[in-house]
């Protein structure tokens, strides 16, 4: 059975998401897990999506996320944020409780 050697936990969601790197228009994206220091992201086209993107996590571009790639595969990749900070205690809980865009619009705010 493989080992999960993750710093911190991963909270498994299923919300809109949008990938936006400069002079292109944001492209959508699904959220499909999220971590104080990472995401899984379902893409259309991984290798269509730069090394390096802001993740948005809202229709009005806030919150967001400046993150790197570090796997692709058919139709996800896994980022790691860039300049994280890691979640309170309270948006943990948060997170157990609720559902997905209501933790995404509160726990990835920067």
């Known amino acids: 059975m493989p080992v999960d050697n993750r710093r911190s936990r991963r909270f498994r969601l299923s919300c809109r998401a949008w990938i936006a790197s400069a002079g292109a228009r944001p492209q959508p994206c699904a959220l499909v897990d999220i971590s104080d220091s990472g995401a899984r992201l379902r893409v259309e086209n991984p290798d269509a999506v730069p090394e390096r993107f802001a ?25 790691v944020f860039e300049n994280h900070s890691p979640m309170a205690a309270r948006d943990r809980r948060f997170a157990r409780a609720h559902q997905a865009q209501k933790f995404a619009d509160l726990v990835l705010a920067i």
């Open 55 to 79: 993740a948005l996590f809202t229709t009005r571009g806030e919150p967001r996320r400046r993150c790197r790639v570090v796997w692709r595969s058919p139709n996800e990749i896994g980022v």
